[in-house]
């Protein structure tokens, strides 16, 4: 890897990854915030946060922004996640200054002005109802509140629709006081770029950042349960899961070739066997989510209501089957599938800037490459089943979404589960 990391001020580190065979490059600011982070009466601020930080600054307005960044055909972006807030630019090689200048500019010399605030404050709302309106998507918004509720990682990161009506100016500069400083926050870059270069340019350009204060957010806590919600839809759609491991676990490769088996791809057992055999579904597959000190396993299906009564038990069925000896040929075509999508991404500058501000920040290193491929090898079948043992040693978390009169109980899908 040509990988360098270097701290160019006080606690602000900026990590590289030089790929000389391209012609383009993606930069950002990594920030360890996000809707963990915040509390119960401001739950939304911090993507809240991350759409007034292209509302203008002191030296530009909202249009500047984007036309600068988009005059050199290149794009700005922004995300927010649970444990995380990202800002970031791809370019080509020659303005990755420009777009570093941007980035720094936005996240120092941001005005908040009330009048932006207060339309921003209705794009959102409009952002929620738009999520409401996609069931696919909010679906899993249940899921993360009936498996992990009353705390940070349960609640929406959109925020709700009176809260985000309520955020003020001062809540929302508060939260970035509080949260966007060394050393939560870090500089990661791919692609054709030079390490010295920019090094000089990010603490020339950082020197307005005051340190982040010790993070204060709720310890996961996995509790599950169940969260129906009746609605006139065409399909109804289920989330069943359990608690999963956080990103050190020694078992999360484990999982992550378990996922892969049961509903990672159209060979998979899920998409073969509700899919395929059955036409049960149209869309069916298996998810992990890691935190830093917990995480989710899910199986995500959409199907006919009157089809939900067939449904649940083959799902329930197929990821008890998971304890059981996977069969060799499966089990190398999983890690193959996870082993592409490592050495494919290293060719996306994107892929790898994004990763290697995750790593930083979840792991304090870079993990090269082959390393990765090397623990993805090491799984066999019987930590498969070893994994999956585990998995449904916990209390399951169903969410569902539709109508729902022929969905089973929850005491039904739990004792279906149990091994």
């Known amino acids: 890897m040509s990988v360098r990391i270097e701290e160019v001020r006080p606690g602000l580190k900026l990590v590289t990854d030089t790929m000389d065979r391209v012609e383009t490059a993606t930069l950002g600011v990594w920030v360890e915030a996000g809707t963990r982070h915040e509390s119960p009466e401001i739950n939304g601020v911090a993507h809240m946060l991350e759409h007034m930080a292209f509302k203008g600054t002191e030296k530009r307005s909202a249009r500047a922004i984007a036309e600068e960044i988009e005059n050199v055909g290149g794009h700005l972006n922004a ?23 941007i980035i720094s500019d936005i996240l120092q010399h941001s005005t908040f002005a009330e009048d932006e605030l207060e339309r921003e404050r209705d794009v959102v709302v ?25 705390q940070g990682l349960g609640r929406p990161v959109l925020g709700t629709e009176e809260i985000v009506k309520g955020l003020s100016r001062d809540s929302v500069q508060g939260y970035m006081r509080k949260h966007y400083g060394p050393p939560r926050l870090m500089v990661a870059a791919a692609g054709k770029i030079e390490h010295d270069v920019l090094a000089e340019m990010v603490a020339r350009q950082f020197d307005r950042l005051g340190p982040a204060q010790t993070p204060k957010s709720d310890p996961a806590s996995y509790r599950g349960g169940e969260a129906r919600t009746e609605r006139d839809l065409e399909q109804a759609h289920v989330v069943l899961g359990l608690a999963g ?34 036409g049960l579904a149209y869309s069916v597959f298996a998810h992990t989510t890691s935190y830093v000190d917990g995480g989710l396993f899910s199986v995500y299906a959409g199907t006919d ?60 290193r870079p993990i090269p490459p082959s390393e990765v491929v090397e623990m993805i090898e090491a799984v066999d079948a019987s930590s498969v089943a070893k994994a999956a043992k585990r998995l449904l040693a916990s209390r399951p978390t169903l969410a569902a979404l539709g109508p729902l009169a022929k969905l089973e109980s929850f005491d039904s899908v739990a004792a279906r589960l149990r091994v």
């Open 245 to 278: 491991i956080d990103y050190a676990d020694p078992d999360y490769y484990a999982v992550s070739v378990l996922a892969t088996l049961l509903g990672g791809g159209m060979s998979s057992r899920l998409f073969q066997e509700v899919r395929e055999k059955r």
């Open 126 to 150: 409009q952002e929620i109802g738009q999520a409401e309106d996609t069931p696919d998507d909010i679906i899993f918004d249940h899921f993360q509140a009936a498996a992990f509720p009353d």
């Open 305 to 364: 209501p009157g089809r939900l009564g067939e449904l649940m038990p083959v799902l329930c069925e197929e990821i008890v089957k998971m304890c059981e000896p996977v069969d060799e040929s499966e089990l190398m075509r999983a890690r193959a599938q996870l082993k592409a999508s490592v050495l494919m991404s290293l060719e996306s500058t994107s892929a790898r800037c994004e990763v290697l501000a995750r790593q930083m920040q979840v792991f304090g």
């Open 79 to 101: 995300y927010t996640s649970r444990e995380h807030t990202a800002y970031y630019a791809k370019v080509l090689k020659e303005d990755a200054g420009l777009a570093l200048d």
